[in-house]
């Protein structure tokens, strides 16, 4: 065969005249100085055909048509297929723009579709696999990768994406070195298809998606909101695979059988069905439970978040808890600390509430029994033992050292109606017992009490007053003295000199603390009237100074001045009646002393002013006849402990200024001499406040 080159730009022929070629060296081509692409043409409509040693490997086709399995007619012009032994290309047109025959020929046409024209196919062993694209019925491209089986009863042939790397002999099976390679996934004629290394161990995907190993990671969530007509949960079984499932009473982890409605829902974690294990926690919002059930919102600024909201719905006749808490035992052990719900808020600006509850009435709503806005109660079942507290209700307050706070208040309690509000009674906080206990207290105070008000006590205002509670006990004389220099008065209060205190109105009687303290100092105090507050804590008015009175602590000292004015008018009446039987009535025979019956003009006495006596006391005496006197001072024992004066004097009043601050509380006994005759007083000094 000899190719004909031409020195025009025309394209490279084939020479007629012959296309034998007799020797192992001679070939078909251009020659280096071709400038034109070398063509194989008939001008006839005959295929081309490439056989080396005379066999069959490749054929383009003519124009022409065919008939392919069950479609014939059909358009295989131009279709190129590629054979390693020829088998199939003489008898079997290539059914796309591209055919591999494999080395066993055995095409399964079954599996042949008009629409996979514009594809590479690739036949053998009776199987048959295609990429390509096909175009359908509203003129849309679909891509496609399309595999068959021409025995499926006999193999389950599949179609897999494996992943190689340098061969070796020695490599595990599954492995990118093996001779197969590892496999990362695979399709199945059933339609499954299963993620992982199936050919390792020999494994099938049996689900529609089959996860051999490994981890399942969702990178996004979809955002629209789930169907609310949904009455199936997501199952997993112990084989791994995922299932709906409705909910039924015999599985624990979601069943209703032994609930209410169709709507509840029960959950336990890693327990085989029986619900029983305690140490399993679910958690939400948050990694990291520390209970049972852990929840964990994160609050938007402004508004109200709540970490857990019930609400319960009840029938008529129902009794509904929206939260119910219970801390007991377990069977055969002791419970050190329980408590049945605990609230705790940290660091709130405004209202730092540990717990908080409402009792609301709705409007032609009626409560004839009881409401409250959080009630507690304490049983103790017969045969039981409290030995500490018990109380239905326990408020405790601990400013630690370093902290600041305006009003601290253990329990606090308001009630308040609106003017157009129809109460009969507000109580802001009310306790109740019965007399079957040894000791009854609707109410008990540890320190002071202040009421800002009017106090009513039908019952009477009782003091602690045994003998067993009390030490140094001192008869009271020299009262009448303190009462003769008190000054009762009648005064209005100014409200603006304390806002916030519910002063009584009109006009009163009592004692200025100031007038008081000057005479009887330990019935005065100084205190402080309490701050006055809006609804929300804020400070109105600060606390006010303020001197108090122990009204109360007068009573001791009116009943020792009533005794001595008794005395002295018992003394006067047997003065009175000597005078009258006797007929003699002399300038001094009436007077009180020590030596009244004397024949002087003056008595001896001896006062003590105040007593009982302050940083400064006066002892006033009196020397009825002239001579030594001398006066000191014993302790209770009768122990000299200091003589304040000794000098000679004549009849007339005298006045020691007697300084007590080095005394120690307690009583002590003055003694006034003169010429060695005693006339004795007590005094007593009181703790120092």
Not at 335 to 347: I, K, N, V
Not at 352 to 359: D, E, K, T
Not at 458 to 483: C, E, F, H, Q, R
Not at 629 to 647: K, P, W, Y
Request: net charge negative.
């Amino acid at each position: 065969m000899v190719l004909a080159v031409a020195n025009t730009s025309y394209a490279q022929l084939w020479n007629t005249a012959g296309n034998n070629i007799s020797t192992l060296t001679q070939y078909l081509g251009a020659d280096a100085a071709s400038t034109q692409p070398l063509r194989f043409t008939t001008f006839a409509n005959y295929p081309h055909e490439w056989r080396p040693n005379n066999l069959l490997r490749m054929r383009l086709n003519a124009t022409q048509l065919a008939t392919i399995g069950a479609f014939t007619l059909q358009d295989v012009d131009g279709h190129l297929g590629v054979s390693k032994n020829g088998t199939g290309l003489s008898t079997l047109s290539p059914w796309t723009q591209i055919h591999l025959f494999g080395r066993s020929f055995n095409s399964w046409t079954g599996s042949y579709r008009p629409d996979q024209a514009n594809s590479l196919t690739l036949t053998g062993n009776n199987d048959h696999l295609a990429f390509g694209q096909r175009v359908d019925a509203t003129n849309s491209t679909r891509s496609f990768i399309r595999f068959s089986d021409g025995n499926p009863s006999a193999s389950a042939d599949a179609f897999s994406f494996l992943y190689t790397e340098d061969y070796s002999a020695g490599a595990p099976v599954g492995t990118p070195r093996h001779l197969l390679g590892r496999e990362l996934a695979r399709f199945t004629p059933a339609g499954n298809f299963g993620i992982g290394n199936w050919q390792a161990g020999a494994n099938v995907p049996a689900e529609r998606l089959d996860l051999l190993d490994g981890k399942v990671r969702i990178r996004q969530l979809p955002t629209d909101l789930p169907d609310p007509s949904a009455d199936k949960v997501l199952m997993i079984n112990p084989s791994g695979v995922v299932s709906a499932k409705v909910p039924t009473a015999t599985d624990c982890r979601w069943r209703t059988g032994t609930f209410t409605g169709p709507n509840d829902l029960a959950t336990c974690v890693n327990d085989p069905g029986l619900c029983t294990t305690d140490d399993d926690r679910v958690a939400i919002g948050t990694m990291l439970p520390i209970a049972k059930l852990s929840v964990f919102q994160r609050a938007a600024a402004g508004g109200s978040t709540f970490g857990t909201q019930s609400t319960v719905l009840g029938n008529a006749g129902a009794v509904c808890f929206a939260v119910s808490g219970t801390s007991e035992p377990n069977t055969g052990m002791a419970l050190l600390d329980g408590c049945g719900t605990l609230g705790r808020s940290y660091d709130a600006t405004r209202y730092n509430i540990g717990s908080q509850g409402w009792a609301d009435l709705s409007n032609g709503r009626t409560n004839t029994f009881f409401q409250a806005g959080s009630k507690s109660q304490v049983d103790l079942a017969a045969g039981s033992t409290s030995t500490g507290r018990t109380a239905g209700a326990y408020g405790w307050v601990l400013s630690q050292a370093g902290s600041s706070a305006g009003l601290v208040a253990g329990v606090y309690g308001e009630a308040y109606a609106y003017a157009t509000g129809n109460v009969t009674e507000q109580i802001g906080v009310y306790g109740r017992t019965n007399p079957n206990g040894l000791v009854n207290f609707a109410g008990r105070f540890d320190g002071n009490v202040f009421v800002n008000g009017v106090g009513t006590i039908p019952g009477g205002v009782w003091t602690s007053s045994d003998a067993n509670l009390k030490t140094n006990i001192v008869s009271m004389d020299s009262a009448m003295y303190l009462i003769e220099q008190l000054q009762p008065s009648t005064y209005e209060y100014v409200p603006s000199a304390a806002p916030g205190i519910n002063f009584p109105s009109g006009t009163q009687a009592g004692f200025l603390a100031q007038q008081l303290e000057a005479v009887i100092p330990n019935l005065v105090r100084d205190g402080m009237l309490p701050s006055e507050r809006d609804s929300i804590g804020h400070i109105i008015t600060p606390p006010t100074a303020s001197k108090e009175v122990n009204y109360v602590g007068l009573i001791p000292y009116l009943v020792a001045a009533m005794k001595e004015q008794n005395t002295r008018i018992d003394q006067l009446e047997q003065q009175l009646t000597a005078c009258c039987s006797s007929g003699q009535m002399n300038a001094h025979g009436m007077e009180q002393g020590a030596n009244s019956t004397s024949t002087g003009t003056m008595d001896t006495d001896l006062r003590i002013v105040p007593n009982p006596v302050a940083a400064s006391t006066q002892l006033r005496y009196t020397v009825g006849t002239p001579g030594r006197v001398r006066l000191e001072v014993s302790d209770n024992t009768g122990r000299v402990i200091e003589v304040l004066e000794e000098a000679t004097r004549s009849t007339g009043n005298f006045t020691y200024e007697w300084n007590t601050q080095q005394l120690a509380a307690g009583t002590y006994f003055c003694t006034l001499y003169v010429n060695d005759e005693p006339l004795v007083k007590k005094a007593v000094k009181l703790n120092e406040r």
